[in-house]
């Protein structure tokens, strides 16, 4: 009697330990694939940005969807469109940010520059 109360209560308890790998799995993957995408509408947005010079606005935006969509076709990640313009355009806001701030040193260094090499009169 004793030996089938150990059998059920060890077939429940590899049960739950298969449904939580499964879960732990999916979740993993979930956070996996949220930073592959977010990645690639990063390196998209900057492609974008050096190459199609010539575009602005929507053309930009759709050459960078295009774009995205196959890269992330190629990892077998499927996006749709309303998800995919909101990842770019967090990733385009972040690439404005990131000329705005200007590090102190850099900033500095320019005012240095800027004395030792004052500007050229106009003719």
């Given at each position: ?65 295009e774009r995205a969509s196959q890269i992330l076709a190629t990892y077998g990640i499927y996006i749709t469109e309303d998800e995919l313009e909101a990842l770019l355009e967090a990733a385009v806001n972040e690439f ?28």
């Amino acid at each position: 009697m004793k030996s089938y109360v150990y059998q059920i209560i060890l077939m429940i308890l590899i049960a739950f330990g298969g449904w939580l790998g499964v879960q732990i799995k999916n979740l993993y993957k979930k956070y996996v694939t949220t930073e592959i995408k977010q990645a690639v509408c990063r390196t998209v947005v900057r492609f974008v940005e050096q190459v199609y010079t010539d575009l602005h606005g929507k053309e930009k935006l759709r050459k960078a969807m295009e774009r995205a969509s196959q890269i992330l076709a190629t990892y077998g990640i499927y996006i749709t469109e309303d998800e995919l313009e909101a990842l770019l355009e967090a990733a385009v806001n972040e690439f404005n940010k990131s000329f705005q701030k200007t590090d102190p040193e850099v900033k500095a260094k320019a005012e240095l520059e800027k004395s030792f090499y004052p500007p050229l009169p106009k003719i």
